[in-house]
């Protein structure tokens, strides 16, 4: 089985500046969104490795307003179909019923972690990603009240977990990856956490489109 984690690091961009506390505020978020500043994302696609045809999903990405705000993440159970334990935002197909992305990524919310919609405020969408098995996901960032509960679905989450915004927010700790994939090198972002005596390994997807909300926040 493939282990992203062994793969070697080939850079860590500590010498890029942090988004302050001050940018991490409910107020900075709402303002941010509100009025967005010229930028582009630093990472749009990843390799494919199928044929299938574009398929369409959101995520959610759920930033909790704590003393310090978090980010809430799912390692998804081992027996899923795709992406099988691995960490990623609640989410997942846009489905014909959905009126839009950012309602697709609510109802997968609740459906995965239990988050009551009347609890988000969502703020906005990031650009698109595609990932290397050709979903076109768009990534629905909103604001969550503490006291919400979160109650994760045992189907498809094997355990939900929240890191600091600041943490994901600072280069320092945003890991460059590189390997040869069947003759063509690959490249990735990662930003291990250490979670108490366990390391939470975010890579791929999940740490592209992190990577591209440092960009929006930082420009």
Same mark, same amino acid.
């Given at each position: 089985?493939?282990?992203?984690?062994?793969?070697?690091?080939?850079?860590?961009?500590?010498?890029?500046?942090?988004?302050?506390?001050?940018?991490?505020?409910?107020?900075?978020?709402?303002a941010r969104f509100l009025?967005?500043?010229?930028?582009?994302?630093?990472?749009?696609?990843?390799?494919?490795?199928?044929?299938?045809?574009?398929?369409?999903?959101?995520?959610?990405?759920?930033?909790?307003?704590?003393?310090?705000?978090?980010?809430?993440?799912?390692?998804?159970?081992?027996?899923?179909?795709?992406?099988?334990?691995?960490?990623?935002?609640?989410?997942?197909?846009?489905?014909?019923?959905?009126?839009? #992305?950012? *309602? &697709?990524?609510?109802?997968?919310? %609740? $459906?995965?972690?239990?988050?009551?919609?009347?609890? +988000?405020?969502? !703020?906005?969408?990031?650009?698109?990603?595609?990932?290397?098995?050709?979903?076109?996901?768009?990534?629905?960032?909103?604001?969550?009240? #503490?006291? *919400? &509960?979160?109650?994760?679905?045992? %189907? $498809?989450?094997?355990?939900?977990?929240?890191?600091? +915004?600041?943490? !994901?927010?600072?280069?320092?700790?945003?890991?460059?990856?590189?390997?040869?994939?069947?003759?063509?090198?690959?490249?990735?972002?990662?930003?291990?956490?250490?979670?108490?005596?366990?390391?939470?390994?975010?890579?791929?997807?999940?740490?592209?489109m992190l990577r591209n !909300?440092?960009?929006?926040?930082?420009?």
């Open positions: 089985m493939f282990d992203p984690s062994t793969v070697p690091v080939v850079g860590v961009d500590d010498h890029l500046p942090r988004v302050l506390p001050q940018g991490l505020t409910a107020e900075a978020l709402r009025m967005p500043p010229v930028w582009e994302p630093e990472v749009r696609r990843e390799p494919r490795f199928t044929d299938h045809p574009p398929r369409h999903a959101a995520v959610l990405v759920p930033v909790f307003l704590r003393d310090e705000p978090t980010v809430l993440l799912t390692e998804r159970t081992a027996h899923l179909p795709t992406h099988a334990g691995q960490i990623a935002f609640p989410g997942g197909k846009i489905d014909p019923h959905d009126r839009s #992305a950012t *309602a &697709a990524a609510v109802r997968e919310a %609740h $459906e995965e972690v239990g988050l009551d919609p009347a609890d +988000l405020e969502v !703020l906005g969408s990031l650009p698109e990603y595609v990932t290397a098995t050709a979903f076109v996901v768009t990534p629905v960032v909103a604001l969550v009240p #503490a006291h *919400a &509960a979160v109650r994760p679905n045992p %189907h $498809e989450v094997a355990e939900a977990f929240e890191v600091p +915004l600041a943490f !994901l927010m600072d280069p320092a700790h945003h890991r460059r990856h590189e390997m040869l994939w069947e003759g063509q090198p690959r490249q990735w972002f990662s930003m291990p956490y250490r979670d108490g005596a366990r390391e939470r390994f975010i890579w791929g997807a999940t740490a592209a !909300l440092y960009r929006f926040l930082s420009a």
